[in-house]
T-cell receptor, first 115, second 114 residues
Framework: GAGVSQTPSNKVTEKGKYVELRCDPI?????LYWYRQSLGQGPEFLIY????????DSGLPNDRFFAVRPEGSVSTLKIQRTERGDSAVYLC?????????????FGEGSRLTVL | SQQGEEDPQALSIQEGENATMNCSYK?????LQWYRQNSGRGLVHLIL?????REKHSGRLRVTLDTSKKSSSLLITASRAADTASYFC??????????????FGSGTQLTVLP
């Protein structure tokens, strides 16, 4: 596609439920990133993929969060047993390569609200 | 945690005036980038400055970098109402191994009044 696509754009769920957020990066981009952004704050790094493997998952807050990118393209961020504190906008970004400097191309985000 | 801190947190100016936003960071960097975010939207890359560069221009944007002070500034000249957005600095510092993180600051909310 022309840009990074994220679905759903909005998700409202109840505490304790399981949620999946999807990211479709720009074609040909090998690096894929997930960030989380709370209201009035900058994006906070969660996890980064180079190809199919998670090269750095140091930003995942706990083991309720997990992400996959099985074929090196689309990625899914999975959140188990959601808590109200998980409410935020989850941003996905992609880039040509993680090696050296380069700009990230962001999607519009998935706004998660946990009631 | 967020490495960069923007200053001011909020800035309101009249159309036609210049807007200056500052960013300070903590660790050594490879490069520093500035992004813009309109309300409810994703981030859009504006400009990248490498650690061995001191100043860079792109259209109405001017970015400076002072690695000795670990700070950067973004100047928007002749501002327009359409420049109203949040502006974030982001630093690219190699972590251990080959992984790379782009760490964002908390942002400056710029409002340009028509």
């Amino acid at each position: 596609g022309a840009g990074v696509s994220q679905t759903p754009s909005n998700k409202v769920t109840e505490k304790g439920k399981y949620v999946e957020l999807r990211c479709d990066p720009i074609s040909g981009h090998t690096a894929l990133y997930w960030y989380r952004q709370s209201l009035g704050q900058g994006p906070e790094f969660l996890i980064y993929f180079q190809g199919t493997g998670a090269a750095d998952d140091s930003g995942l807050p706990n083991d309720r969060f997990f992400a996959v990118r099985p074929e090196g393209s689309v990625s899914t961020l999975k959140i188990q047993r959601t808590e109200r504190g998980d409410s935020a906008v989850y941003l996905c970004a992609s880039s040509f390569t993680s090696l050296g400097a380069g700009e990230l191309f962001f999607g519009e985000g998935s706004r998660l609200t946990v009631l | 945690s967020q490495q960069g801190e923007e200053d001011p947190q909020a800035l309101s100016i009249q159309e036609g005036e210049n807007a200056t936003m500052n960013c300070s960071y903590k660790t050594s960097i490879n490069n520093l980038q500035w992004y813009r975010q309109n309300s409810g939207r994703g981030l859009v890359h504006l400009i990248l400055i490498r650690s061995n560069e001191r100043e860079k221009h792109s259209g109405r944007l001017r970015v400076t970098l002072d690695t000795s002070k670990k700070s950067s500034s973004l100047l928007i000249t002749a501002s327009r109402a359409a420049d109203t957005a949040s502006y974030f600095c982001a630093t690219d510092a190699l972590t251990s191994g080959s992984a790379r993180q782009l760490t964002f600051g908390s942002g400056t909310q710029l409002t340009v009044l028509p």
